[in-house]
């Protein structure tokens, strides 16, 4: 396996790889670790979670219940439970749509929504924006969508959950959004 991205669970027993396939070896899956009263990684037993293709990143709402991962390859969002043993199980439905090339996610503070940049789309780089429901299934805002600039690759939501920046890699800028009370994002005027 192919590892693209690491995240730790917020109570710091637990670290979700994902793990994208190259070749012909196995992959499209994220991997399970327990974190160690020393700091190391253990891989707990089993093949771990199943994901779309080419995932690339990992997302744990604050919580530590539910778990996203963006999978480049097909444009989906895996959303999983997460056990009291940290192991990750699918929901139903285990993904949703989410655009061309998803490849980073954040979840707000409050753990009510998720951001996911897609890096390219028929109209450019975009953050698709969702609220995160109760069992933590996710359901698109309306919009779906706001723009971001050329090739978007990293969002962060600062810890009061009141804004979001975005990195544009081909623009060398950073996009610059406020967070509504619904959890939409505003772009900012310069």
Known sequence: PFPESITAHPSGRY??????????????????FTIGSDGALTAMDGAGAATGEEPSFVAIDPTGRFAYVANWGDGTLSQYTIGSDGRLSPMTPATVATGITPVCIAADPSGRYIYVVNMSSSNGGHIRQYTIGPEGHLTPMAPAAVPAGSSPTFISVDPSGRYAYVSNQ?????????????????????
Do not use: C, F, K, W
């Open 15 to 32: 670290a979700y790889v994902a793990t994208g396939r190259i070749l012909n070896q196995p992959g499209n899956m994220i991997l399970h």
């Open 170 to 190: 081909d623009y060398q800028e950073i996009s610059q959004y406020t967070i509504d009370s619904e959890g939409r994002l505003i772009p900012m005027t310069p």
